[in-house]
């Protein structure tokens, strides 16, 4: 009769104990989770100048800083659009976009990454401004 009495106790402090390590668990979860969202901030590797939307991008030599730019296979490459206007990063040639990717309009300071799964070189260009154009070139 005694040995029931305390084995009883000792289940409920076991079940409490497993209760109490699981919410610890969910918040080490949570915390996982934020660090991710950091991480995720990446740099973008080719930048949009301000005034881009000028005719020849105004000052700047290049529409995309800088419009070639080497990659690797599966090393996805970010844009960021510095200018106060929207932009686009379009695969192909001016009036002839080949739909391999399309950022679409993207808003001041937006980005837009793509992942390369073809070597060879790949041109780009700006949807709403025929003088912006890059190419990207893909390495094994
Ligand atoms: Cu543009």
């Given at each position: 009769?005694?040995?029931?009495i305390?084995?009883?106790?000792?289940?409920?402090?076991?079940a409490i104990?497993?209760?109490v390590?699981?919410?610890g668990?969910?918040?080490?979860?949570?915390?996982?989770?934020v660090?991710i969202?950091?991480?995720?901030e990446?740099?973008?590797?080719i930048?949009?100048?301000?005034?881009?939307?000028?005719?020849?991008?105004?000052?700047?030599?290049?529409c995309?800083?800088?419009?070639?730019?080497?990659?690797?296979?599966?090393?996805?490459?970010?844009?960021?659009?510095?200018?106060?206007?929207f932009?686009?990063?379009?695969?192909?040639?001016?009036?002839?976009?080949?739909?391999?990717?399309?950022?679409?309009?993207?808003?001041?300071?937006?980005?837009?990454?793509?992942?390369?799964?073809?070597t060879?070189?790949?041109?780009?260009?700006?949807?709403?401004?025929?003088?912006?154009?890059?190419?990207?070139k893909?390495?094994?």
């Open positions: 009769m005694n040995k029931k305390a084995i009883i106790p000792i289940i409920v402090i076991i104990i497993g209760a390590s699981q919410m668990l969910e918040e080490s979860t949570e915390t996982q989770t660090e969202e950091t991480v995720e990446v740099e973008a590797m930048t949009i100048p301000v005034k881009a939307a000028r005719p020849a991008c105004g000052p700047h030599p290049e995309y800083i800088p419009s070639y730019y080497v990659t690797k296979l599966d090393e996805p490459v970010v844009w960021l659009n510095e200018d106060s206007a932009h686009s990063v379009t695969s192909g040639s001016y009036g002839e976009p080949d739909g391999l990717f399309d950022s679409g309009h993207m808003d001041p300071y937006g980005t837009f990454s793509y992942k390369f799964e073809e060879g070189m790949h041109p780009y260009y700006c949807t709403l401004h025929p003088w912006m154009a890059g190419n990207i893909v390495e094994r």
